[in-house]
């Protein structure tokens, strides 16, 4: 098993930053990918940034240019760093650890980003 917890989130004016932190413990060494999703109300969860074990980093066209993911997967912890956050950024994010090859998921139990306009 994988515990994730998250850290950062809250409520910010549109243009504004935040960053979410997220670390990983219990059986982690198997852990292939950490990443960040969101869901709004209404939508279903999407990608947001994921890092791999060798670095590789993927983004949603959506934050390009505006999120940054960090961090090390064989240290288990990933940070999410948004600047220019717009309302349309607002959901709830959400620290996936995808680890066995991929064929294990974890969440953590979400933290609240609100971007007022």
């Known amino acids: 098993q994988v515990q994730l917890v998250e850290f950062g989130g809250g409520l910010v004016q549109a243009g504004g930053s935040l960053r979410l932190s997220c670390a990983a413990s219990?059986?982690?060494?198997?852990?292939?990918?950490l990443g960040w999703y969101r869901q709004a109300p209404g939508h279903q969860r999407e990608l947001v940034a994921v890092i791999n074990s060798g670095g590789s980093t993927n983004y949603a066209d959506s934050v390009k240019g505006r999120f940054t993911i960090s961090g090390d997967v064989a240290k288990n912890t990933v940070d999410l760093q948004m600047n220019s956050l717009k309302p349309e950024d607002t959901a709830v994010y959400y620290c996936r650890a995808r680890a066995q090859a991929y064929t294990y998921d974890y969440w953590g139990q979400g933290t609240q980003v609100t971007v007022s306009s």
């Open positions: 219990g059986r982690t060494f198997n852990i292939n990918e």
